[in-house]
C-alpha cells in the first residue's frame, strides 16, 4: 500500500518537492499540504512512531485532535501505540489504549493488543502482558 511505503521508507514525492527522509523535513511537507485528512495524519503518526519520535508522534495526535475534524480510527492508533513503543513511552501507551474505548469509544482489534504486548516487552514489563493477551 502507499501508505505503508511511504511511512517504511521515510520518503513522500509531491510533484517537484522530494523530501529526503528528514523528519523534520517530511513534517514541513505534512503541514504544507492544503488537505488533512485521516489517511494524511495516519502518515505522519506512523512515520514519526516508526522512525523513533514517539514524542512528535503523540503530539501530530494531539494536534489532529485541536481544531482539525479529523477523527481518529484504529490505524491512528495503531501507529500512535506503535510510536510509543519504540520510543518506551509505557505509561503513554497505556493511557491512549485506554482511551481508545472510553473516549473515542473504538473497541480494541489484536492489533492494538499486540501493540500492547511489544510495548510491555520492549520495557521488559512482560509479567503485564498477560492482562492484554
Known amino acids: 500500500m502507499?501508505?505503508?511505503?511511504c511511512a517504511q521508507s521515510g520518503a513522500l514525492n509531491m510533484g517537484t518537492f522530494r523530501t529526503t527522509g528528514s523528519v523534520e523535513t517530511e513534517l514541513e511537507v505534512f503541514h504544507w499540504m492544503p488537505v488533512n485528512i485521516i489517511?494524511?495524519?495516519?502518515?505522519?503518526?506512523?512515520?514519526?512512531?516508526?522512525?523513533?519520535?514517539?514524542?512528535?508522534?503523540?503530539?501530530?495526535?494531539?494536534e489532529m485532535g485541536r481544531g482539525q475534524g479529523t477523527k481518529a480510527d484504529g490505524l491512528t492508533f495503531l501507529g500512535?501505540?506503535?510510536?510509543?513503543?519504540?520510543?518506551?513511552?509505557?505509561?503513554?501507551?497505556?493511557?491512549y489504549?485506554?482511551?481508545?474505548?472510553?473516549?473515542?469509544?473504538?473497541?480494541?482489534?489484536?492489533?492494538?493488543y499486540g501493540c500492547m504486548v511489544d510495548l510491555l516487552g520492549y520495557a521488559e514489563l512482560l509479567e503485564e502482558a498477560p492482562h492484554f493477551v
Open 2 to 5: 502507499v501508505s505503508s511505503a
Open 39 to 62: 489517511f494524511c495524519w495516519n502518515l505522519a503518526i506512523t512515520g514519526l512512531g516508526m522512525h523513533g519520535c514517539g514524542e512528535q508522534a503523540i503530539e501530530a495526535f494531539l
Open 80 to 95: 500512535l501505540l506503535s510510536g510509543c513503543s519504540h520510543a518506551g513511552f509505557v505509561s503513554e501507551g497505556k493511557k
Open 97 to 112: 489504549f485506554s482511551e481508545m474505548f472510553k473516549v473515542y469509544g473504538m473497541e480494541p482489534m489484536i492489533e492494538h
